[in-house]
């Protein structure tokens, strides 16, 4: 019991400690005169992974690649399956609005290039190259992009679904945000790794398993939050773009960067299923990106459906 009060104690810790350092950041930068455009494609990104990222460092330190691999093969799936199955119980997503197309592509090409980097067996510094390199033409493109078809009004809105923007906040209450982020996360993640680990040894399943469902899930909170809130103010942009952007950075700057601190070994597991289930998950919005359809109720209600499926698989 005292692991999993543990457990979730150190996720608490992360996501708010995440949000100060996000918060943090990006008024220090527009305080200094850096464009909101450049925050957005930036700091915001890296900033909303940096629990993913920290937790993906911890588990290497502590010997526990599998919650490192599974964190990130786990978000992902979930992602999709529950982040943006629950939210359209509650409210139809209305994607047939938006176009994600090229985005969505993206991600689709990023996953089949992390799959293949998984079947030499390990995640190094060559493959972590790979994928850092991936994410920097990634972020190119969003940055050319955005500028291109920027509005003169756009810069102030592009920070709108972010609270307490403020580019005049005092200096002191900036330090306290950066403070609380910095010291948060590195403890969050010690937490949640050490206490994911005791709590897999005591039910006897694997580190791999724990990270792809427990971490997974709790590491996912945030992009729920934002996805249930973006379907109840029917805004079915932000919410797929929230989910086709989140997955793109998991798989290309979480596993990348954390490749700088060890190699990650890839449990045989998730080339037989996970990774595939990931993939079936990814292809599984083709209907909403390509045709036009809306993410309604049943279709919620089918997605939630073959997650609870997925975790019960694991877990049996």
């Not at 692991?3 to 305080?31: F, T």
């Not at 911890?58 to 199955?85: F, H, Q, R």
């Not at 500028?147 to 330090?175: F, I, N, Q, T």
Request: glycine share 8%.
């Amino acid at each position: 019991m005292t692991a999993w009060l543990l457990s979730g104690l150190g996720l608490v810790i992360l996501l708010l400690a995440g949000d100060a350092l996000v918060r943090g950041a990006v008024n220090l930068s527009l305080r200094l005169g850096v464009p909101a455009l450049i925050v957005s494609l930036t700091i915001v990104a890296f900033g909303t992974s940096a629990p993913e990222l920290l937790i993906a460092i911890s588990a290497i330190k502590e010997n526990a690649p599998g919650i490192a691999l599974g964190n990130v093969v786990g978000s992902n799936t979930a992602n999709i399956l529950l982040v943006l199955g629950l939210p359209a119980l509650l409210a139809t997503l209305h994607t047939s609005e938006c176009d994600s197309r090229k985005n969505y592509v993206f991600m689709l090409i990023a996953s089949v290039l992390f799959i293949a980097l998984a079947f030499f067996g390990v995640f190094n510094l060559i493959s972590g190259a790979v994928l850092l390199t991936a994410l920097a033409l990634v972020l190119w493109n969003a940055f050319r992009e955005a500028k291109a078809h920027r509005k003169a009004c756009a810069d102030d809105d592009e920070l709108e679904g972010l609270e307490e923007v403020d580019p005049d906040m005092p200096y002191w209450k900036l330090s306290i945000y950066l403070i609380l982020g910095l010291i948060g996360l590195p403890m969050g993640a010690h937490l949640l790794v050490d206490n994911a680990t005791v709590i897999a040894k005591y039910y006897g399943v694997s580190e791999t398993v724990i990270g792809l469902t427990l971490v997974a899930v709790g590491t996912s909170l945030p992009e729920l939050a934002t996805t249930v809130m973006a379907a109840l103010r029917r805004q079915a942009d932000v919410a797929l773009g929230n989910v086709i952007g989140s997955n793109m950075f998991n798989l290309l700057a979480i596993i990348g960067i954390a490749t700088l601190f060890g190699r990650i070994p890839v449990d045989p597991e998730f080339l037989y299923f996970d990774l595939w289930v990931m993939l079936g998950a990814s292809l599984l919005l083709v209907p909403f990106v390509f045709f036009k359809q809306d993410i309604t109720r049943i279709w919620g209600m089918v997605l939630t459906l073959l997650y609870v499926v997925y975790v019960a698989i694991l877990l049996a």
